[in-house]
């Protein structure tokens, strides 16, 4: 999760990015660290029968190295493929990727290997004014008003940490409301409290929300029961857990119309 930076970029220094926008993350969590877990052939496991493209949003994608693993990954492509090698693929599978760092979403622009297929945005995933109406513009495109699969990876702590209790159950509501399927790796407790240490040592203020949060302990089991009892969806299954100890969770949604097809009178559901 990334926000917008003010008087430079906030990391600038060592262990300053109070909103995540870490300007080389994917050095210390590389992306094969996560699509490694994931099995062979999700998508085709996922949704066997459904018509093609699939429509995926990836939340808080920094500079978009995740990104593109996961979309090698889940259409078993190879590392060294791009655009170039599989024009199909954007029959397969289109993939908008929002950050609200614009300087991060510069980057992953000029180094996308799938410019046709993969739509990097800034964004602010939490301003529901311009969040709405840019996703369904999107989703318009495509007929659709729901994505097939969202991905929302190691996000859930900076939305928390900067916008609370309800921030987050914000967050998890909006995102169940628009996936058909999300896959979220949740930071633990003790990450929240190494985020708070590295700003405290860098002089700056604490965390607006940090000592407030009522829901806290283990994130993993807490955001399972909000996205479960309040958000309409199950749990499918844990794909384990990564080195840097942080769970890939996947959850289904259980509401109505799970095509996320937009219906008319021709088309009824």
Not at 2 to 23: I, K, V
Not at 46 to 70: I, T, Y
Not at 217 to 232: F, P, S
Request: a neutral charge.
């Amino acid at each position: 999760m990334a926000a917008p930076m003010s008087e430079g970029s906030p990391a600038s220094q060592p262990g300053a990015a109070p909103y995540g926008n870490f300007p080389n993350y994917s050095r210390f969590h590389p992306p094969q660290g996560r699509v490694s877990l994931l099995p062979g052939g999700l998508l085709q496991s996922l949704f066997p029968a459904e018509a093609r493209p699939l429509l995926g949003l990836d939340v808080g994608c920094n500079s978009g190295e995740l990104s593109v693993a996961l979309y090698r990954h889940l259409l078993g492509l190879q590392e060294s493929e791009g655009s170039l090698d599989q024009p199909a693929a954007g029959k397969d599978l289109n993939l908008l990727c929002c950050d609200i760092d614009p300087a991060l979403i510069e980057r992953a622009r000029q180094c996308s290997p799938f410019p046709a297929s993969i739509s990097f945005a800034s964004l602010d995933i939490m301003d529901s004014g311009a969040r709405e109406p840019f996703l369904s513009s999107f989703l318009r495109r495509f007929g659709r008003s729901a994505f097939d699969i969202g991905f929302c990876m190691s996000v859930t702590m900076w939305i928390h940490l900067n916008h609370g209790d309800k921030g987050l159950v914000e967050f998890l509501s909006f995102l169940s409301s628009r996936c058909r399927y999300l896959l979220i790796e949740p930071q633990p407790w003790k990450c929240y409290r190494a985020a708070a240490r590295r700003l405290r040592k860098l002089g700056r203020n604490d965390f607006d929300h940090f000592r407030s949060l009522a829901i806290n302990g283990d994130m993993a089991e807490r955001i399972t029961q909000i996205l479960t009892r309040d958000c309409a969806m199950e749990l499918v299954r844990c794909f384990g857990s990564t080195s840097w100890d942080r769970s890939l969770l996947l959850f289904k949604s259980t509401r109505s119309n799970p095509e996320g097809r937009e219906t008319s009178a021709q088309e009824p559901r």
